[in-house]
């Protein structure tokens, strides 16, 4: 116990920290007093200089925030030269655009002794800096002069507009054409530096040809003294048409490795008696072996990744802290993970009504898998006698008046040709009310969220149990999401399901397969195994003409009648089915017509492949179809076809059995459990020839389908709706039992 004291004081202090870095990082983005215009400021200083004494001038790139090369070793080389009137920086003095390092940067730059004019590089617009610079520097692109010498900056990074750059730069140099001495300071060089360094690997300058060549001809046309860059750590010299070109980026950053010109340092440049003098400030290393250089680039990377995200740094190693003491109270933190015995249901009375809340993320309207396997239930429950209210979104063309239907207000309804997303607002107090309002005896859930979510919490408030099914793979549909796809697909989805399952009693999983699934992902709660049960009732009284009219509708005459029910959605699996049609078409002497029933986001696209397979007078698109008519259709067709592979459970596989349909499917989670192959249809992996050759088999064995007809229709009579509310019905009692004893044992504990 003293342990876990000390390790709350510990959690307690890591969760204070983290919040004051929080606190300090809104406060430094929103609040602080942030330095405005430093370069104007810093050049007003700037006015006195020259006159008799002429001018001296620092020249350097590439600073990034390298604080143990620039501050320890260049900076005092700077300080220690009495002859320098100012500091150029001609970009990347910082690794990033950020905030953060932004403000380190002028810390550094204000333990120089001179005035410093910033220039600005790709770096400082890098995480949407570009807003930054201008703030705390000024414009991206100036001029100044200092009496008989004019010094231009231009932008460089693509941030600002060719088009404007070209005309200012004319105009600058038109303007300023009698000095003596004009400066050019950009970040990317005008030229392509002839090296065969990682530096062109780099592409470190401007990519334009004709703007380099724009560039260079108009410097020499108006004489331009000198054009400084620093595209890269390294010292490169060049003159194009009378004009010097230097290359000097050396204040920070990492060394290349095998190329000696890449160095430590800076750019004296001095203006004096019409003369004027360039001189490299080298900065000594221990050594150029390039294994002491890899390494020494290895701490200088890491020493300013440290440097600038201290608070980062901090806040991560608060996180770990964090992680490791909640990693300790799992592992030390005793579970009991085998049942209680104590809690036997031998005297329990199961003859009592119940009064069972559903919750869902969708409902009718909407038509789906999870609607229809929740309405079929709930029926089977109202004929044992038992009460069920269903709390299920307001969809807006919800307008009938429904029993035992909590329909819950909306935040958003979007509607799109993918999917539509009723989210409801459960916030509202109005589900708490009408919850509370009944009592109930055990919650039903048939999402791991929102509003499963919400059907949880009040449920646990009630102290009810609460019972979940598994109704849908998840990781099958990451497609519709904007980003982070692979993540939910094979991260978040399943680990959702589980921590939603361990929160529950008991979860129901619509096969074997399914009930595997959940085991494999850790799922410890108790699991029944429950198929959602079909209405035979329906395929009782199908009147013939029905049939007939389906068979005219669609021009089948002696032909072979294929039908597949399904959503026309990528996870569907459709492109699979269509190309094994065609080899079907080409293959079997068995004329047929295939129905594909159902809508969604991919029906224009299928309808594509129809074409594009030539089996417009073969297949057709029925649209969707109401559930209670779609039956008529597995009573018409002759087998039923099936290439979805996302499903927890084979519903429609069923529905059709019972419409004497053998089957052929991919063998998947949803068909594993309900197809015996050469009994009531065919499971195949998945590949097109084996699919289609199963179909064809059936199609040319008459008798082989009229006994696989028999054994479907055999098969769906043991999943009925009654069947499934009966079983149901024995879970929620061993529940509501298993519920009670726990509380009873709390109670006793308590006391």
Not at 137 to 160: K, V
Not at 672 to 695: M, P, R
């Amino acid at each position: 116990m003293k342990k876990f004291s000390i390790l709350k004081i510990i959690l307690f202090l890591d969760i204070l920290l983290m919040t004051i870095i929080l606190m300090y990082r809104i406060n430094i983005s929103f609040f602080s007093n942030k330095y405005e215009s430093e370069n104007y400021y810093n050049l007003q200083k700037l006015d006195d200089i020259y006159k008799d004494d002429g001018i001296s001038f620092a020249v350097l790139g590439n600073i990034k925030n390298s604080i143990n090369i620039f501050d320890r070793d260049i900076m005092q080389k700077i300080n220690n030269d009495q002859e320098l009137d100012f500091v150029v920086s001609t970009g990347n003095g910082v690794r990033s655009g950020s905030e953060d390092k932004y403000i380190i940067l002028e810390k550094t730059l204000n333990k120089i002794n001179v005035p410093t004019i910033v220039g600005i590089g790709d770096n400082e617009v890098s995480d949407d800096g570009a807003m930054r610079f201008y703030e705390h520097y000024g414009p991206l692109f100036f001029s100044y002069t200092i009496d008989d010498a004019f010094f231009l900056f231009i932008d460089t990074t693509g941030t600002t507009s060719e088009v404007l750059l070209r005309e200012w730069i004319l105009d600058e140099l038109e303007t300023h054409n009698d000095f003596t001495y004009k400066f050019v300071f950009m970040n990317r060089p005008a030229f392509i530096i002839e090296d065969k360094t990682l530096l062109n690997s780099e592409n470190n300058h401007i990519e334009d040809e004709a703007y380099r060549t724009f560039l260079t001809n108009t410097f020499s046309k108006y004489n331009v003294t000198a054009v400084f860059s620093s595209g890269s750590v390294i010292h490169y010299e060049k003159n194009i048409a009378g004009v010097d070109y230097f290359n000097s980026g050396g204040a920070g950053g990492e060394l290349i490795v095998n190329d000696e010109n890449s160095f430590y340092h800076y750019m004296k440049v001095t203006v004096k008696d019409g003369i004027v003098d360039y001189s490299v400030v080298k900065q000594e290393t221990l050594s150029n072996n390039p294994f002491y250089r890899v390494m020494q680039n290895i701490w200088v990377y890491i020493h300013a990744l440290f440097y600038t995200n201290f608070i980062n740094s901090t806040l991560l190693g608060c996180l770990l802290i964090l992680l490791v003491i909640l990693l300790y109270y799992k592992i030390f933190n005793d579970i009991d993970y085998y049942p209680d015995f104590e809690d036997s249901d031998d005297d329990f009375n199961q003859t009592n009504k119940l009064n069972v809340a559903m919750f869902t993320n969708n409902y009718y309207p909407f038509i789906g898998g999870v609607p229809i396997s929740i309405k079929r239930l709930a029926i089977g429950l109202s004929k044992l006698g038992h009460q069920v209210t269903i709390f299920a979104p307001m969809y807006p063309e919800n307008n009938e008046d429904e029993c035992n239907v909590v329909r819950c207000k909306l935040l958003v309804y979007h509607h799109s040709k993918e999917f539509d997303f009723a989210i409801v607002n459960i916030l509202s107090k109005k589900i708490n009310q009408a919850f509370l309002s009944q009592n109930f005896d055990i919650v039903h859930l048939h999402h791991p969220f929102w509003m499963g979510k919400k059907g949880m919490m009040l449920a646990k408030l009630s102290l009810l149990p609460i019972i979940f099914t598994y109704h849908t793979r998840y990781e099958k549909y990451s497609h519709y999401l904007p980003l982070f796809q692979k993540t939910f697909q094979n991260l978040f989805s399943h680990h959702m399901i589980k921590k939603f399952s361990q929160n529950c009693d008991g979860v129901i999983a619509p096969t074997t397969t399914a009930k595997e699934y959940l085991e494999n992902i850790g799922v410890s709660k108790e699991k029944f195994i429950l198929p959602t049960g079909i209405n035979i009732d329906l395929y009782q009284n199908i009147n013939p003409d029905d049939i007939k009219n389906i068979k005219e509708k669609y021009h089948i005459n002696d032909e072979m009648l294929l039908c597949s029910v399904s959503r026309l959605s990528k996870e569907k699996n459709i492109y699979f089915l269509l190309d094994g049609l065609k080899y079907i078409h080409e293959q079997s002497k068995v004329k047929f017509k295939c129905l594909l029933i159902g809508d969604g986001p991919e029906k224009q696209n299928i309808n594509n492949k129809i074409k594009e397979n030539h089996l417009e007078e073969v297949v057709y698109l029925t649209g969707s179809i109401p559930n209670d008519e779609v039956i008529k259709y597995y009573t018409a067709s002759d087998i039923f076809i099936f290439s979805s592979v996302s499903e927890t459970q084979g519903m429609v596989l069923l529905e059709a059995m019972a419409g004497k349909c053998p089957i052929v499917a991919i063998r998947s989670s949803g068909t594993d459990d309900v197809i015996i192959n050469n009994y009531n249809g065919f499971k195949t992996k998945k590949e097109v020839t084996s699919w289609a050759q199963k179909v064809i088999y059936l199609m040319e064995n008459e008798e082989k389908l009229l006994e696989m007809s028999n054994n479907a229709y055999e098969f769906a009579q043991n999943n009925s709706i009654d069947a499934m509310a009966k079983n149901v019905q024995s879970i929620y009692f061993k529940k509501i039992h298993q519920n009670k004893v726990k509380m009873h044992i709390k109670k006793r504990k308590d006391k």
